[in-house]
């Protein structure tokens, strides 16, 4: 929640630092027209995967819909797969530790065979949500500019 909260206001700032020295231009130039974005380009930049604003993006002519379920498909089978990393892995590493008496030793061993487990977690986190999220919104919004390592 809070990572979107930070992804709202990065936005945000982007849109507002991009529009009002534009405004601000043409009042002080005292121009007849204010280019003021529209509601439907500050909505589209809301849901495009990119922080920096631009009244137009490249589009692609088409939306490649098998593109967009696999990368669903490829989120659902990561949130299925860490659901099993922790069933498997971390659960019963601290299962037992509410039972038995408090020990320093047991404790470290919980948190260092529960580091591999959460690493794979966060791993799986981060493709789950950067790479096939995101990449399917991109293609449903028919975004262009996905070539950024070319």
Not at 20 to 48: C, E, G, N, W
Not at 79 to 104: D, G, H, K, M
Not at 109 to 127: D, E, H, Q, R, Y
Request: charged share 15%.
């Amino acid at each position: 929640l809070v990572v979107l909260q930070v992804r709202l206001v990065m936005k945000a700032h982007s849109f507002i630092r991009e529009n009002v020295p534009r405004v601000l231009s043409s009042v002080k130039d005292k121009s007849s027209t204010v280019h003021i974005p529209r509601i439907s380009q500050y909505l589209y930049f809301l849901f495009a995967p990119t922080l920096i604003y631009r009244d137009n993006y490249p589009r692609n002519p088409t939306i490649r819909w098998g593109y967009v379920a696999t990368k669903f498909a490829q989120v659902l089978g990561s949130l299925f797969y860490a659901y099993y990393i922790f069933v498997r892995l971390c659960i019963p590493q601290f299962r037992n530790s509410s039972q038995e008496t408090f020990n320093l030793r047991g404790l470290v061993l919980c948190i260092f065979n529960s580091i591999l487990p959460g690493v794979l977690i966060l791993f799986l986190a981060f493709f789950a949500f950067l790479h096939c999220w995101l990449n399917a919104f991109a293609e449903m919004l028919r975004f262009a500019d996905r070539m950024f390592y070319k």
